[in-house]
Nanobody, 124 residues
Framework: QVQLVESGGGLVQAGGSLRLSCAAS????????MGWFRQAPGEERDFVAA???????TYADSVKGRFTISRNNAKNTVYLQMNSLKPEDTAVYYC??????????????????WGQGTQVTVSS
C-alpha cells in the first residue's frame, strides 16, 4: 500500500522558517515527480512546488525565492524548506506524487498519490 506521510508542520511567527518532510512507503518514487500543495480553509488546493527525478524544480510565484523543494531519493523523501513565512502561507500542506517521471505539473489532477496533510500556521 502506497503511503505519503508529511511531517514538520506547526505554529511559527511571521518571518520564521519551517521544514516539511514527506516520506513515501509502499513503492519507490525516486524516478517520479513529487509536489507540494496547500489548502487554506474555504479555498481550493493550490500548487506550491514540484521536483522531477533529476532535480528540476518549479514554484508558484507566491513562494518563489522563499521556499525550496528538494528530495533524497535514497530515503524516498521530499522536503519543503519554507523561509520568510507570512500569515498568508497558513494552510494545510499536502505532499503528492505523479507516476510521470519528468514532466512537472501544477495541476492537482495530475498527481496520483496524496498524503494526509500537515498544518502550517503563521502568526503575525
Amino acid at each position: 500500500q502506497v503511503q505519503l506521510v508529511e511531517s514538520g508542520g506547526g505554529l511559527v511567527q511571521a518571518g520564521g522558517s519551517l521544514r516539511l518532510s514527506c516520506a513515501a512507503s509502499g513503492r519507490t518514487f525516486s524516478r517520479n515527480v513529487m509536489g507540494w500543495f496547500r489548502q487554506a480553509p474555504g479555498e481550493e488546493r493550490d500548487f506550491v512546488a514540484a521536483i522531477n527525478w533529476s532535480g528540476v524544480t518549479t514554484y508558484a510565484d507566491s513562494v518563489k525565492g522563499r521556499f525550496t523543494i528538494s528530495r533524497n531519493n535514497a530515503k524516498n523523501t521530499v522536503y519543503l524548506q519554507m523561509n520568510s513565512l507570512k500569515p498568508e502561507d497558513t494552510a494545510v500542506y499536502y505532499c503528492a506524487a505523479r507516476t510521470a517521471q519528468t514532466l512537472l505539473s501544477s495541476g492537482p489532477l495530475a498527481y496520483d498519490y496524496w498524503g494526509q496533510g500537515t498544518q502550517v500556521t503563521v502568526s503575525s
